[in-house]
């Protein structure tokens, strides 16, 4: 091994914060760690260490940003949770600051200025950068009020392309309803630096009335609505072919099952896969199982096949200590690690699918909980969000109304793609 490949390896063994550190001291040390084979290395070295990661409430006016909080974890190494770091700061005084996206480390915000002008940054925490984006210019200040007025407008799209690691390039998305009730995407792009539209035929526009805030993987974002029982996923890296990028996803416990479903239904990601999760009960036992997501296209033969179900366990150590509790999110890079929160105890459950242990985290002042992740937890009046919202599905089998996104920090130092000059 010569010289070069040891400091290689060294450099490998330190967390990404210290690396940063490093990579500022010289051209020499900053041409290493900007060089594609030590990226690659370090990913591929650290692919299994844990990073720090959060889960973002969409309402932070009402409480707070983070409620939920990971910091410490070995690949940055960071003292503080990553939702401390969505500093921010606009060029003129605003009244309103909200998360609307954040996806593969980047952050999308909506800032009102005092007078009412709406501004939308699209940000990477770590290095402080963050980029206005242009509103469009085929709709007026005057337009956005009245979609918002109505009801007939959602703005909390962001989907990114990624490569090895780092974020490539990312598209703002907004979805309209016009008077004609169609269906619009207005979409931003971080390559072009500009704004198209694209008129959406694959589904009714009724469908989209009281959708929630959506959710991205790879390129595509994912939509919920309150009267069906499936979710519309879009593929905004596809091309332009409507009805190969729009799908229709059916949860896999439709039909007769969903009677026996205990809580509301919901989606999130977990190791790169759109999972679902939910309680059963039958024949007076209570089962929680867990789905992932294995293809967009549905078989007419055979619909639940776009499903694997990889859990089906029994909750029933949490039931015999009197827990009553309704499942949360799943850990984004560990799908055995499942979270609940216990409505009586005010506490959040980290349960281990695998291994059937489980830990309850109380929310204290301290917040220096080890996670099972290896991770520092903590909290951020997480409890009073909670006590807000309730998951039980009978007879309402809807989707839940946790407006939440994780906020996941890169396995690399990416920079926030920019438009190019014209």
Same mark, same amino acid.
């Given at each position: 091994? !010569? ?40 990913? =591929? ?20 940003l983070e409620i939920i909080g990971h910091h410490g974890c070995k690949t940055w190494g960071l003292t503080r949770s990553p939702g401390s770091l969505v500093s921010f700061f606009v060029e003129r %005084? ?18 009102? %200025?005092? !007078? ?7 940000? *990477?925490?770590?290095?402080?950068? @963050? ?19 109505? $009801?007939?407008?959602? $703005?909390?799209?962001?989907?990114? /392309? ?32 500009? @704004?198209?539209?694209? #008129?959406?035929?694959?589904? $009714?526009?009724?469908? @989209? ?8 993987? #790879? ?6 609505? !309150? ?15 409507? !009805? ?14 969903? /009677?026996?479903?205990? +809580? ?18 039958? *024949? ?16 007419? &033969? %055979? ?17 015999e200590l009197g827990v009553d509790y309704f499942p949360v999110v799943m850990h984004p890079l560990n799908s055995e690690i499942i979270y609940l929160w216990s409505r009586g105890n005010n506490m959040?459950?980290? +349960? ?13 002042? $301290? #917040? ?9 937890? =903590?909290? *951020? ?18 989707? *839940? ?20 000059? &014209?």
């Amino acid at each position: 091994m !010569d010289i070069q490949e040891m400091v290689e390896e060294v450099l490998a063994r330190l967390p990404l914060k210290s690396i940063a550190r490093f990579r500022s001291t010289s051209r020499r040390w900053k041409l290493l760690i900007d060089s594609n084979s030590f990226r690659d290395y370090f990913i =591929s070295r650290n692919s299994s260490s844990s990073i720090s990661w959060s889960i973002i409430q969409m309402q932070p006016h009402k409480l707070t940003l983070e409620i939920i909080g990971h910091h410490g974890c070995k690949t940055w190494g960071l003292t503080r949770s990553p939702g401390s770091l969505v500093s921010f700061f606009v060029e003129r %005084a605003i009244k309103k600051l909200l998360v609307l996206a954040c996806t593969d480390g980047l952050v999308l915000l909506y800032a009102q %200025a005092t !007078d009412g002008t709406p501004m939308y940054y699209v940000g *990477n925490t770590l290095f402080q950068e @963050w980029f206005r984006i242009p509103l469009p210019p085929f709709l007026s200040l005057q337009d956005l009020e009245i979609l918002r007025t109505y $009801d007939r407008f959602s $703005d909390s799209g962001l989907v990114t /392309k990624m490569q090895s690691g780092i974020v490539l390039s990312y598209k703002v998305v907004w979805l309209i309803i016009r008077q004609a009730a169609k269906v619009e995407f207005a979409i931003y792009s971080s390559d072009t630096g500009t @704004w198209e539209t694209r #008129n959406v035929t694959c589904i $009714d526009s009724l469908v @989209w009335y009281g959708t929630h805030n959506s959710i991205a993987l #790879n390129g595509i974002l994912h939509w919920i609505h !309150d009267k069906i029982s499936s979710f519309v996923a879009y593929n905004f890296y596809g091309g332009h072919d409507d !009805d190969r990028l729009c799908s229709i996803v059916d949860f896999p416990d439709n039909g007769e099952l969903h /009677k026996l479903s205990r +809580f509301r239904k919901t989606i999130t990601t977990s190791e790169g896969s759109i999972v679902y999760f939910n309680e059963f009960r039958e *024949n007076g036992n209570l089962t929680l199982r867990v789905w992932r997501l294995v293809t967009y296209i549905s078989s007419i &033969n %055979a619909p639940q096949d776009q499903w694997q179900l990889f859990w089906e366990v029994s909750l029933a150590s949490l039931v015999e200590l009197g827990v009553d509790y309704f499942p949360v999110v799943m850990h984004p890079l560990n799908s055995e690690i499942i979270y609940l929160w216990s409505r009586g105890n005010n506490m959040l459950i980290l +349960f281990n699918l695998r291994t059937h242990a489980f830990r309850l985290q109380a929310e204290t002042a $301290d #917040n220096g909980n080890k996670c099972m992740d290896g991770c520092i937890l =903590s909290f *951020n009046r997480c409890s009073e969000y909670m006590q807000m919202h309730n998951m039980v599905a009978i007879p309402f089998y809807g989707p *839940n109304h946790l407006l939440f996104s994780q906020f996941v920090l890169p396995r690399w130092m990416q920079r926030l793609p920019r438009p190019q000059p &014209n």
